[in-house]
């Protein structure tokens, strides 16, 4: 057995289309995701570009990690980067055209919550962060979420995600994340926001 764990390096923005890919592997099964796009066909074909949108900002800052050629990666938006708001509107009109007209409420409804908690302080965000399921099991998630938080905490700043996976919640909780509360709609599954304080 190799001793040396794998090393986390940063995502170039020519392999910005590599890491998004691993992005869409990971969250093929995702409750929240596949709520909002059940068809595989529609997921498949638009899911890379809702998250180029929703975590595009950690590329031009040089916080988007991978480990392993790509097996996991997380894309990480550091304080005074821009951040996860909707500027360019790609994502607003993204889910308008691809998302169900009976679950667009419901769908703007979650989003606009999660927009609600996040930190007003400035904080590291990570929008994003999996592993390709056939790398799953090695512990790539938890070296991935250990070096950026080493970077937060050199800085000493807090950090912020949203997990939309229920069963992800105790790998966060064991690197300092909170659960700060729960955001469902009448349909949707659970989103749990999370916040970690400064170390």
Known sequence: MNDNPPAVTV???E?????????VAAFAADPLVRW????????????AQLYGNFGGASFDSGAAFEIDNYAGVALWVPP?????????????????????????????????????????????????????????????????MKYALAKCDEQGQPAYLESSNPAN???????????MGKIQTTTSPAVHPMYRPAH
Request: charged share 20%; glycine share 12%.
């Open 15 to 23: 392999q910005r289309g590599v890491a998004l890919n691993t992005i």
């Open 80 to 144: 005074g980067a821009d951040d996860h708001s909707d500027e360019g509107g790609g994502i607003s009109e993204l889910l308008t055209r691809t998302v169900a007209e009976e679950l667009r409420e419901e769908v703007g409804s979650v989003l606009g919550e999660m927009e609600a908690y996040h930190p007003s302080e400035p904080c590291w965000y990570l929008p994003l962060i999996g592993v390709d399921p056939c790398h799953q099991g090695r512990g790539l998630g938890g070296q991935l």
């Open 169 to 179: 919640i105790s790998l966060y909780e064991r690197h300092g994340f909170e659960v």
């Open 36 to 47: 909002i796009f059940p068809q595989a066909d529609i997921y498949l074909t638009h899911a």
């Open 11 to 13: 995502v170039s923005m």
